[in-house]
């Protein structure tokens, strides 16, 4: 019992642990799903073109150049964006605005673990749906009475991609809730996977979206989410009582650069996708069971040798895997799709720590 | 009435509203209280510098350099700061963290206009405890139950100080409640006002700061706090829940460098407070009232000409005033100090304008 008068009057919570950020530049850094290419050229000229005197001031409250760019980019109108620092902040403005009520909004028990700490922070109730066996999301389970629901696709950390059709059976059986869709991973799944054009049809859907994965700028943290222009207006009115300024100059200016570089950033994508594959088909070589994979990640676990042992193992010779002590997936491993001469020192690894043990 | 069906269930605030942010160079701008003078040198030497990897990654999720370079400025551990996306989001995040409690919170009736907006949203009760007749914060007044205090020293928009003795006597009176007192300003008071110092005698002390004023880096989006360890540690409970990486690469690195600078930092003060002198001096003779003043900005009212006809005569002429259309104070103009040339001007046209309505 603390001797302070003021201690049972505080918001107590468990939060939510980022993945391990260690500053040693040798290490093989594949936890935290990062992109290992880095941004554009386009971005280091932007940054020296950054105005001294705009640092002075507060930036645009709307972030408008942000927002415009963005929506030139998706080719709807500016007022169906809103961006946020990173799509973390832009989902929990979202829990905070579009959940706002008694009944249990619903998500996958194998999922992004930041859904359950924003609910339980902001005292949302919430129903676990689980996967499949397959560690799939099936439509139809969540067809019940709601509040809301929230789904990643892909999905993490299992990278399974879900089909549109699934998530337009999910929108139309839930009409009276917001579905928020967050396509974090969404650019490393094949083209046409983004529900992004469905915002017109199902004045429901709220898609979320990063520039922390697919382009290469999970440091300057940039997210937002496309939707119709009453939900945005309502997550704006949130975030204009929370923080009017949430965007910095650099995030807006720079944020804006890289929007308009898309060849490069297809450039990157196409890379990673092709090393997922690679990589993927040598794991499963080595006994490894890997979940199919839509995004920049692979989820697997090996009949024989322990995930704490090759996330420990891996560990000391320099290599970051992330690991969940969670029902169901404490036997697999998340591994983020670096560089081909990184994946290679990976597998290597790999064939070497399962020969010993199996 | 709306036809959709998740209407009811959406949280519907009426949010802040920022002072417009105009984005012609040629205007006056003197409605946000922004340092006229900006950055140093040395900030535009440590743009230059950033390294390009380091945008591809997840920032420290504890922003480690700044909260270091903070701590060390202020002479205590690191334990006892806590960093946000401007003192906005520091206050934000403390008023979730720190007022989870069915009592009534207390602040002025006259004061931050965001104080009531993040209890609104936040479903804090509040009581508005009125500033004086000399619109200034009685501290018995403050004698009563609550569930938390909110003060800013000096206030806004009256740029009136309180003594050290007067909060003293508050914290001591309310033991059981957290009381916040917001630095914003407090670089422009005489030294010795702030009680960062008295954190560790007043357990629970939370001081709020900005370097969107003093700091001239309103663009970068950096405040933070400064309090016991137990409350930091609160604090940052909170913010693991709701956002891992507040803190941009960009606002990290440029916000630590510009702490170290401190002569610069000190010579803009100096200046606007040699202004802030001559101005009120200035506006005294021209029949203002003009409360004293302990922030870069005034706050006066003329006994002859409407505050209102003022701040849209002053727009046409592209000077920016902060009108606040609220009891007590809808016949004010908060006036942000600028550079002397500036001042100059607005000397002259409200000399004219005086003239003209006298």
């Known amino acids: 019992m603390s001797d302070f008068g003021w201690e049972k009057n505080i918001r107590k919570v468990v939060p939510y642990t980022p993945g391990e950020q260690p500053e040693d530049k040798d290490i093989i850094k594949l936890n935290t799903n990062e992109n290992p290419y880095g941004p554009s050229e386009e971005l280091i000229k932007k940054i020296k073109e950054l105005d001294i005197d705009n640092f002075r001031k507060y930036p645009n409250p709307a972030a408008s150049e942000l927002v415009e760019a963005l929506a030139d980019f998706h080719g709807v109108s500016k007022d169906k964006v809103f961006v946020g620092v990173g799509s973390d902040d832009v989902l929990a403005m979202s829990f905070m605005t579009f959940f706002f009520f008694f009944k249990k909004i619903l998500f996958p028990d194998i999922t992004y673990s930041f859904y359950p700490v924003w609910?339980?922070?902001?005292?949302?109730?919430?129903?676990?749906?689980?996967?499949?066996?397959?560690?799939?999301?099936?439509?139809?389970?969540?067809?019940?009475?709601?509040?809301?629901?929230?789904?990643?696709?892909?999905?993490?950390?299992?990278?399974?991609?879900?089909?549109?059709?699934?998530?337009?059976?999910?929108?139309?059986?839930?009409?009276?809730?917001?579905?928020?869709?967050?396509?974090?991973y969404i650019d490393f799944a094949p083209e046409g996977s983004s529900v992004i054009d469905l915002i017109d049809e199902y004045d429901n859907l709220v898609v979320v979206r990063t520039f922390s994965k697919s382009r290469s700028l999970a440091g300057l943290r940039v997210g937002?989410?496309?939707?119709?222009?009453?939900?945005?207006?309502?997550?704006?009115?949130?975030?204009?009582?929370?923080?009017?300024?949430?965007?910095?100059?650099?995030?807006?200016?720079?944020?804006?650069?890289?929007?308009?570089?898309?060849?490069?950033?297809?450039?990157?994508?196409?890379?990673?996708?092709?090393?997922?594959?690679?990589?993927?088909?040598?794991?499963?070589?080595?006994?490894?069971?890997?979940?199919?994979?839509?995004?920049?990640?692979?989820?697997?676990?090996?009949?024989?040798?322990?995930?704490?042992?090759?996330?420990?193992?891996?560990?000391?010779?320099?290599?970051?895997?992330?690991?969940?002590?969670?029902?169901?997936?404490?036997?697999?491993?998340?591994?983020?799709?670096?560089?081909?001469?990184?994946?290679?020192?990976?597998?290597?690894?790999?064939?070497?720590?399962?020969?010993?043990?199996?």
């Open 119 to 184: 609910a339980d922070m902001l005292g949302i109730k919430y129903e676990l749906v689980p996967l499949t066996e397959d560690f799939e999301v099936k439509a139809e389970d969540y067809n019940k009475e709601n509040g809301g629901i929230v789904i990643p696709n892909p999905n993490a950390p299992t990278a399974i991609l879900m089909s549109r059709d699934d998530i337009i059976s999910i929108l139309k059986n839930s009409k009276d809730s917001i579905v928020i869709i967050d396509e974090a």
């Open 224 to 358: 937002y989410a496309v939707s119709n222009p009453m939900l945005i207006k309502y997550l704006n009115n949130v975030k204009y009582s929370y923080n009017s300024y949430t965007m910095n100059y650099p995030s807006i200016v720079l944020g804006k650069s890289v929007i308009k570089d898309n060849d490069y950033f297809k450039g990157t994508i196409n890379k990673i996708i092709k090393t997922r594959e690679s990589f993927s088909k040598e794991l499963k070589e080595l006994g490894f069971k890997v979940l199919p994979s839509s995004a920049n990640f692979v989820f697997a676990s090996h009949p024989d040798v322990d995930a704490v042992k090759i996330f420990d193992e891996a560990k000391k010779k320099g290599i970051y895997f992330r690991y969940f002590n969670a029902p169901r997936i404490n036997e697999f491993l998340r591994i983020t799709i670096g560089k081909d001469d990184e994946m290679k020192k990976v597998t290597d690894f790999l064939k070497d720590l399962v020969t010993e043990e199996s």
